[in-house]
């Protein structure tokens, strides 16, 4: 650590070139720090570069996922497809000059706090070490692919993927294709092949309930008016309606008995209801939980796209996999020439598998045994200058992850000021504000929808929703200023009591 002009020069490593870990390169390529993003991919967009399914679209408006400080004119419609976003980070990137920080093809193993010196020690896949005095943890949430346990998978004689492992080559075009998983995921790939395939099994181990949501295109003229006049995104962005959605949302989530989850429920039960017309397929996709419990699905054509001719609907549990297709518990096969797994992702990673060991050793997979867990989503007791960005138990929902980056980031910056300004050598949350806090996050979580009886990616090991359990308003005013009583300061480089 330098100090130059009275202020503190910190170096940031930031671990993760996604959304997030680009947002925070960008805030402190304009803060004049010293950083290094590692990514272990040799590009960059995080998830965004994982999946390239066709069908990918974030089920978030456009303009809102976006970063507030990059409008971006050239969305082609209300919901981006997935190459749209990867431009559009790649683009943003180059433009904040950020790409060249960005070192690529290189993990972080490990990350070690070192007591003594009051730095994290970084292992890199290289073999390198290197020290940083922060650690910017933007390593995404689904980012391991969970494949299914399902007897036979090797032997498939075709092809044969998880969905964020797409494969160019496989067999779509005329093809007998299957669908393991109807998350957002089975259900976009579905929409976008069932009109390639010759046939195209979709394998439902439970229904969904759909939400029908506008879809448009935006015009080349509607296009041109938004470079002219940044002011209309903005306008779009900040429009009071989607944000009283937002708030709509959150206050169905958090209340199971009142009027806006009814009314999420009501919109999903007369969309199955007025939308799918064989009555027989109609109840195999009619779900026996509560809407919104799992992560809602966001459609407009799903439904359309399950009663064309060559669609099947899939409901009975499937036995075992074999060479020709995929062999049901009632004994029919369903014979395939590509099986796509959209099993969905080993939610509770986080920044693992890289070893974080705090202060004394203590190692965030113990810390983290029953659940991971953060204060406010951000940091950890006994985790100095260790911050996380769509870190555990912040709010995962249908909303912009990226507006939960930026507020995220916006709270770091408060907590890294004093360390800035040469006030401190460390900050971390203390135990006993951390525990509160999660005491209370996990009381309230077990009472929102996501705990109404389902089972989802929502849901920790012990059966508990993981996500912030509260409004969107309370997280944003959480973000804006955080609680600096909460937190230990430290001028010296000794391991601290934490109370
Ligand atoms: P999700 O939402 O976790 O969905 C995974 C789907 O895969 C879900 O329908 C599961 O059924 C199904 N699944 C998982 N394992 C199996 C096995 N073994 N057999 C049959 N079916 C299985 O993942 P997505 O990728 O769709 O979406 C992830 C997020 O990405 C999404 O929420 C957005 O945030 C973007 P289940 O419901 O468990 O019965």
Redesign the pocket.
């Known amino acids: 650590m330098s100090i130059q002009n009275d202020r503190r020069h910190l170096r940031y490593a930031v671990v993760g070139a996604g959304m997030a870990g680009i947002l925070a390169a960008i805030k402190l390529k304009q803060d004049g720090e010293n950083f290094i993003v590692y990514e272990k991919a040799e590009r960059l967009g995080g998830?965004w570069r994982d999946?390239r399914y066709p069908g990918l679209t974030c089920?978030v408006p456009a303009h809102a996922y976006t970063y507030s400080f990059e409008p971006y004119a050239e969305w082609q419609a209300y919901y981006a497809k997935g190459e749209e976003i990867r431009t559009y980070f790649e683009l943003t990137a180059a433009k904040y000059e950020v790409t060249p920080h960005i070192r690529f093809g290189c993990e972080v193993m490990s990350c070690v706090w070192q007591d003594e010196e009051a730095v994290w020690l970084l292992g890199l896949s290289t073999g390198e070490s290197v020290e940083a005095d922060v650690v910017i943890a933007a390593s995404g949430?689904?980012h391991h692919p969970?494949m299914?346990?399902?007897e036979g998978l090797d032997g498939f004689a075709g092809d044969v993927f998880h969905?964020?492992r797409w494969q160019d080559e496989a067999r779509i075009d005329g093809a007998r294709v299957g669908v393991?998983?109807?998350?957002?995921?089975?259900?976009?790939i579905i929409t976008a092949l069932h009109d390639r395939a010759e046939a195209l099994v979709h394998?439902?181990?439970?229904p969904?309930w759909i939400m029908p949501v506008p879809y448009f295109r935006y015009s080349e003229e509607e296009r041109a008016a938004f470079r002219r006049d940044p002011g209309l995104i903005d306008a779009i962005r900040y429009d009071k309606e989607y944000w009283a959605n937002i708030h709509r949302f959150t206050q169905a989530i958090t209340h199971v008995d009142g009027p806006e989850i009814a009314i999420i429920e009501q919109l999903c039960l007369d969309n199955l209801e007025n939308s799918v017309r064989d009555p027989e397929l109609k109840e195999k996709l009619r779900p026996n939980y509560r809407a919104a419990c799992?992560?809602l699905?966001y459609s407009w054509c799903y439904y359309d796209a399950v009663q064309q001719p060559n669609v099947t609907v899939e409901r009975e549990?499937?036995a075992r996999i074999e060479p020709e297709g995929v062999r049901l518990k009632d004994g029919r096969l369903q014979p395939l020439d590509t099986l796509v797994?959209?099993?969905?992702?080993q939610?509770d990673r986080f920044i693992r598998p890289t070893q974080v060991l705090g202060r004394n050793g203590l190692s965030l997979d113990d810390v983290w045994s029953t659940r991971p867990t953060a204060y406010y989503a951000v940091t950890i007791p006994n985790f100095p200058n260790f911050f996380m960005l769509n870190g555990p138990t912040g709010p995962?929902g249908?909303f912009s992850l990226i507006d939960i980056a930026e507020r995220q980031w916006a709270y770091v910056e408060q907590l890294l000021a004093p360390l800035r300004r040469g006030e401190a050598l460390t900050v971390e949350p203390t135990m006993r504000a951390h525990a509160g806090y999660e005491e209370r996050r996990v009381a309230a979580a077990r009472t929102t929808i996501f705990g109404s009886g389902?089972?989802?990616?929502y849901l920790d090991a012990t059966g508990v929703p993981s996500s912030w359990p509260w409004s969107y308003e309370a997280f944003a005013e959480a973000m804006a200023a955080p609680i600096m009583a909460d937190y230990v300061l430290t001028a010296a480089s000794e391991p601290v009591a934490l109370s």
Do not use: H, M, Y
């Not at 393991?180 to 976009?188: C, E, I, M, Y």
């Not at 394998?203 to 439970?206: D, H, I, L």
């Open positions: 998830t999946n089920d949430v689904l969970r299914p346990d399902i969905s964020a393991v998983g109807n998350g957002s995921t089975g259900v976009q394998f439902q181990r439970s969904q799992k992560r699905i549990g499937i797994l959209a099993t969905g992702f939610a995962v249908n389902c089972s989802s990616w």
